[in-house]
């Protein structure tokens, strides 16, 4: 009887086992999976720009700060910046202050500038530090104007061939990356509000946030650019066909750009910027699905599209090395 309980509990254990082992052999697959794509971004910068959907729902906002925990604690150097478009809406609405958008860009009064400070950073940036610093004592908050992150001068639209005035809205002049820099090597994960001082008349501006995290990108060098936005990417032939394009050049960007409805341009003329200016890649993905940043940058199949610098030309050799 002793010998038949013996041989009857290993057996239990050795089936138990290999069950567990069977449940848990996903888990092994997805991680060796990504081991290509850990090694090759491990100790690399990736810029990723928070916004859309992503920025409002609760849900989204958590696996948003998972995924960024994780690509720090997987040996990369994530940099976060936001903008606050929906919350500054909001806002604006209670306030009585009117919201308006021409070429893609809010129309921003000195009043509404307050506001777009205000929230930046008094609301949207504080709750993402929170939530980031949920995992450990990672993030550290600051805005443009801080240590001269970001320079900027006023901003025109053009529409229709014309420069229209659209109040407190900057373009970037200069990049300041040191205190970002010092950040990173202090092992925290920077969380940037996209609004910036001008070094012209010392009025702060309202700066588009892709076009922020496009120039921050390039100014560090960085690996990768991802911009979170509401679409899966970029559509092939919208509205006739939802089909996404998954990879494309700068010079094949470029010519989609002036076709492209007003919101994509400063996420896609951004993603161009960057890969024009020494980022590797520059990328738009789908900010309602969660994790979508980790199913981007550590699966094959990916999600969203690549923008990738356009292919250099191979060295002329023999006569034509000759031609002038």
Known sequence: MTTTDSTDSTDSTDNAGTTRKHTALPKARILVEALPWLTRHHGKTVVIKFGGNAMVDDELKAAFAQDVVFLHHA?????????????????????????EFKAGLRVTTPEAMDVVRMVLAGQVQRELVGLLNQHGPL?????????????????????????????????????????????????????????????????????????AAAALAA???????????????????????????SRL????????????????????????????????????????????????????????TMVVPDPAAPPATGQEARKP
């Open 75 to 99: 040996g990369l150097r994530p940099v976060v910046v936001h903008g606050g478009g929906p919350q500054i809406s909001a806002q604006l609405d209670r306030l009585g202050l009117v919201s």
């Open 249 to 304: 050049t700068a010079s094949e960007l470029e010519a989609l750009l002036p076709d492209l409805a007003s919101g994509m341009v400063p996420k896609m003329e951004g993603c161009l910027h960057a890969v024009r200016n020494g980022v590797t890649t520059a990328r738009v993905i789908d900010g309602r699905v969660q994790h979508s940043i980790l199913l981007e940058i550590f699966t094959d199949e990916g999600i969203g």
């Open 139 to 211: 993030a550290v908050g600051m805005t443009g104007e801080d240590a001269h992150t970001m320079t900027a001068t006023k901003h025109y639209a053009e529409i229709a061939g014309e420069r229209v005035d659209i109040g407190r809205v900057g373009e970037i002049t200069a990049i300041d990356t040191g205190a970002v820099q010092a950040l990173l090597d202090d092992g925290r994960i920077p969380v940037i509000s996209s609004v910036a001082r001008s070094a012209d008349d010392g009025h702060v501006y309202n700066v588009n946030a892709d076009t």
């Open 219 to 245: 100014a560090l060098g960085a690996e990768t650019l991802m911009v979170l936005t509401d679409v899966e990417g970029l559509y092939e032939d919208w509205p006739h066909s939802d089909e996404v394009i």
